[in-house]
């Protein structure tokens, strides 16, 4: 074997038989407590890292509401899906009535406070909804 290729040989095994050496010792490295068991802390680790999944609600909720003379929203457009459920979320500062120009036409009661109303609309097409205390336009469906 030449010379070279023999003194770069003897190298590498040096440096292999050093790493394999301190990577395998079981000797613990100057501390008296016991290392923390891998297993668990990754269990641990990963349990917090996944977000808990909520159910999502089917159907579309709209946030209405009522101050003084003031509708909020007032005219906006939403889409919708036709036969879903639609869950408006009122908070009013007095009871009132909401008219929905669907067919048939329906008529949404509310108390003062914050409540939630649900309603369906089975067929597509563009469907207002009003305040006929305030005699104002809140929302306009466009049911798909």
């Given at each position: 074997m030449p010379r070279r290729f023999r003194s770069g040989l003897i190298g590498l095994i040096a440096v292999l038989f050093?790493?394999?050496?301190g990577c395998g010792s079981d000797e613990p490295s100057g501390s008296d407590k016991p290392?923390?068991?891998?297993?668990?802390?990754t269990a641990d680790a990963s349990a917090k890292a996944e977000p808990t999944k909520k159910p999502k609600p089917?159907?579309?909720?709209?946030d209405i509401t009522?101050?003084?003379d003031t509708v909020d929203p007032n005219g906006v457009e939403k889409k919708v899906k036709?036969?879903?459920?639609?869950?408006?979320h009122?908070?009013?500062?007095?009871p009132g009535e909401l008219h929905v120009h669907s067919s048939p036409e329906q008529e949404i009661e509310y108390d003062a406070g914050t409540s939630n109303k649900k309603l369906t609309i089975d067929?597509?097409?563009?469907?207002?909804v009003e305040s006929h205390t305030l005699e104002q336009l809140v929302v306009v469906l466009e049911v798909r």
């Amino acid at each position: 074997m030449p010379r070279r290729f023999r003194s770069g040989l003897i190298g590498l095994i040096a440096v292999l038989f050093l790493l394999v050496s301190g990577c395998g010792s079981d000797e613990p490295s100057g501390s008296d407590k016991p290392a923390p068991d891998k297993s668990s802390a990754t269990a641990d680790a990963s349990a917090k890292a996944e977000p808990t999944k909520k159910p999502k609600p089917s159907g579309t909720t709209i946030d209405i509401t009522f101050k003084g003379d003031t509708v909020d929203p007032n005219g906006v457009e939403k889409k919708v899906k036709a036969g879903k459920p639609i869950t408006l979320h009122i908070v009013a500062d007095k009871p009132g009535e909401l008219h929905v120009h669907s067919s048939p036409e329906q008529e949404i009661e509310y108390d003062a406070g914050t409540s939630n109303k649900k309603l369906t609309i089975d067929r597509p097409g563009i469907v207002e909804v009003e305040s006929h205390t305030l005699e104002q336009l809140v929302v306009v469906l466009e049911v798909r």
